[in-house]
């Protein structure tokens, strides 16, 4: 069993920035983040495969936010730069052990942290 915690959310202007962090207790294959706004489903928002470094990103959030980790404390990070208002929500780290290929899929994830909130206001 692996253990995630996120750290990093806030409150924050549009145009801002902030950076997630999310603290894994092992290794993990794959990592990503969603997020879940009120009223509205989970959405992936992008992941890493962290041994290869492979990354991939929901189109909303291309060019603005970068996923990247730290191999020898299990760390994975979540830079976010021109936030919008639409980026409020509560993100969650998601992590495997195993490869699935299906990496914005929330069923390929077997642990999930209890998620940060970011507000973003106008």
């Known amino acids: 069993q692996v253990q995630l915690v996120e750290s990093g959310g806030g409150l924050v202007q549009a145009g801002g920035s902030l950076r997630l962090s999310c603290a894994a207790s092992g290794p993990t294959l794959t990592t990503s983040w969603f997020r879940q706004a009120s009223g509205k489903e989970r959405e992936f928002v992008a992941a890493?495969?962290?041994?290869?470094?492979?990354?991939y990103y929901a189109d909303s959030v291309k060019g603005r936010f970068t996923i990247s980790r730290d191999n020898a404390k299990n760390g994975v990070f979540l830079q976010m730069n021109s936030l919008k208002p639409e980026d409020t929500a509560i993100y969650y780290c998601?992590?495997?052990?195993?490869?699935?290929?299906?990496?914005?899929?929330?069923?390929?994830?077997?642990?999930w942290g209890q998620g940060t909130q970011v507000t973003v206001s106008s």
């Open positions: 998601a992590a495997s052990p195993y490869y699935r290929a299906a990496a914005a899929a929330t069923g390929s994830y077997d642990y």
């Open positions: 890493i495969r962290v041994t290869a470094g492979t990354t």
